[in-house]
């Protein structure tokens, strides 16, 4: 499965941004959708989850109330709309599928690309 982000850039503090994961190769609905994200110097961190099946979502607690994710699984992609954002979300956001929202990731898990986000006045 071969994921593309896209929807980064730069915005000002308290701005919003929506991040989109679009799929090819296969279907997205097989799996759950994890963002990630990662920071200069900083470890990589996870954002947030939705499920295959029954589109549950998990947030960290960073960014709870206001980073939502979704997912169309006609169109194989996946959102994250982020708002109220803070110069601390800043990094680069990667999407990724795996078999559930577990807190580690399996072997056969698949990461796109990564899309830039810069939250600064």
């Known amino acids: 499965l071969r994921l593309v982000e896209s929807g980064g850039g730069l915005v000002q503090p308290g701005g919003s941004l929506t991040l989109s994961c679009t799929a090819s190769?296969?279907?997205?609905?097989?799996?759950?959708l994890h963002w990630f994200r990662q920071a200069p110097g900083k470890d990589r961190e996870t954002v947030a989850c939705i499920q295959y099946n029954d589109a549950t979502t998990t947030y960290a607690d960073a960014v709870e109330g206001r980073f939502t994710t979704s997912r169309d699984n006609a169109k194989n992609t996946a959102y994250l709309q982020m708002d109220n954002l803070k110069p601390e979300d800043t990094g680069t956001y990667y999407c990724v599928t795996d078999f559930g929202c577990t807190t580690r990731l399996s072997p056969f898990a698949s990461w796109g690309q990564g899309t830039q986000v810069d939250v600064s006045a």
């Open positions: 190769g296969g279907s997205m609905g097989n799996y759950a």
